[in-house]
Structure formats: structure tokens, C-alpha cells
């Protein structure tokens, strides 16, 4: 066989295993090769171009996961789970109190993921500083996986900040009535007020909740199927209850 014939043949036999350069339209394809890896798998230690970003995108994919596994857990709370901005959820001992704490964990969660999301284009660069991609190629290849990761994951991003939005006027509202828990009840008609200005900032809070409440929902609703169902919690939020 010729030299060149040899050559067609290797690069043939590379194709699909691989061994072959990515382009933004593998994307699908790299994230579903990415979610079918084992924790346990071994990362290869001089990976190809498509394991590279393959790895970087399982990063990205166990960020996701360890993130909606947290912020699930302390949704599930009855605090936020059957309470959470109803009447009598602003009455009782250190209830409130603790209800705006898990707020606030979410609140930090949130932050934290939020910050960490950018980091693809850093990670991509490690992976393929270790890999048999060209040091003139690599600065491409991150730029273009960067553009369609961070369009990928531009709906979630904006599901997450608007809940963050809610999150931290929900939580300002429980601090505000664990603040003097004496000066209100929880009656048959709803809550009663004994101190005015307590009522009056509850009410100025609650419309700062019940406009975040709205565009939570805005942009949860524009998920699709499956980032939707990993940020389910997401649509627990409610309106303010009196």
C-alpha cells in the first residue's frame, strides 16, 4: 500500500473514535457523551481534542448536578416545601428565622454556581494544555466551544438569577417578621398586625417578592424539558400569602 493510501487509512480509522477534532455542531453529541461517563471512569492523562472538551463538559455536567442536588434538598424542607410564604409560615418561635436561613443557603448556592459556570473556557484550556492538540490550535478551539456552551447555558443562567432575585426578597420578608415576632398573628382572615409600621414594611416587601415570584416563573417557564426538570425546585416558588 502507498504512503498516501496508509495515511487516508489512519486518518479514516480515526474518524468517530475519538480521535477527530470537534466543532461546535458536536455539541449534542459531546454532551451526551459526557453525561454517559461513570464518575469512576479513568481521565485519560494526554487526552485528543474530543476528550478534552468531553471532560470539560463533564465538569460542567457534575457542576450542574452537585448544584440542583443541594439547592433540591433544602427545598424539599417543610419550610419551603408546604409553608413557604404562607400565612402561619410567619408565625411561631424560630420558624421564620429559619425559613429565611434556607433562603439564604439557596441564595449562596446560587451565587456560588453562578461564578463557577464561567470557568468552561479555563477548564477546556487545562484539558487540552495536556492534550495532542497543537499549542497554536487550542486558543481556537476554546474560543468556539466557549460561545455555544455559554449560549447553551444561557436559560438556566437566567432561570437561577431570577430565582436568586426571589430567593433574597422572600428571605428579607421572613427576617423582617422574625425580627418582632410579637407584633403579628395569624388569624382566621389572615395575618393581624399590631405595630403599623411593621405592617406597612411587610406589605412594601411582600410586592418586592411577589414581582420576583413573577419573573422566576417568566423564566423558568422558557426552559426546556430537561434543564426545566433539573431545576424543578425552581417552580415551588410562590406569591406572598396574608
Known sequence: MSRTALLVAALLACTGCGGSRPTSADLDELLAEAAALDYYDPIPAHPTA???VREALRKMLELDQAFTSECGKRAQRPEL????????????GTFPRGTAELLREIQQLENDYLAELPRFPELLALKLAQSDVPAG?????????????ATRWRPVVAAVEAHRAFAVAAAELYELVAARPESLRAMRTGLEFSDATLEEDFDAQARVVDDAHEASQRA???????????????????????
Open 137 to 149: 490550535d487550542r486558543q481556537a478551539l476554546v474560543d468556539e466551544f466557549a460561545g455555544v456552551v
Open 81 to 92: 416545601q408546604s409553608y413557604l410564604l404562607r400565612a402561619e409560615a410567619y408565625i411561631g
Open 50 to 52: 474530543r476528550e478534552a
Open 220 to 242: 423558568f417557564e422558557v426552559l426546556d424539558t430537561q434543564s426545566g426538570g433539573m431545576l424543578n425546585w425552581i417552580g415551588l416558588t410562590k406569591r406572598v400569602g396574608r
